[in-house]
């Protein structure tokens, strides 16, 4: 089955760095554009970054741009957000996401990851 297995969260302060990843299964991985979002308490899921499948082009949000960069290894079947000069409000749950068939056959179907926690705090 489809899996999308998220790392690399956790507590960092204001200005800092951190690298999330996601480790992507059960689909043709270099087939399908990957996404981030994210989503604090008390609110919407937010779409973060997407990048293509072969990774030629990439899309932010304005809350992040110049900050955050969308990467992905095909060969190893990974996608990354690495994520600079952190804010407070960057606070959140980051999920991968995509949007792929299992199969030729299947149909298209959004996958979702568990999320990993990011908290920005002095």
């Known amino acids: 089955q489809v899996q999308l297995v998220e790392s690399g969260g956790g507590l960092v302060q204001p200005g800092g760095s951190l690298r999330l990843s996601c480790a992507a299964s059960?689909?043709?991985?270099?087939?399908?554009?990957m996404n981030w979002y994210r989503q604090a308490p008390g609110t919407g899921r937010e779409l973060v970054a997407s990048i293509t499948s072969a990774g030629v082009a990439t899309n932010y949000a304005d809350s992040v741009m110049g900050r955050f960069t969308i990467s992905r290894d095909n060969a190893k079947n990974a996608v990354y957000l690495q994520m600079n000069s952190l804010k407070p409000e960057d606070t959140a749950v980051y999920y991968c996401n995509t949007l792929a068939r299992r199969t030729q056959w299947d149909i298209l179907r959004e996958y979702w990851g568990q999320g990993t926690q990011v908290t920005v705090s002095s």
């Open positions: 059960g689909f043709i991985f270099s087939s399908y554009a």
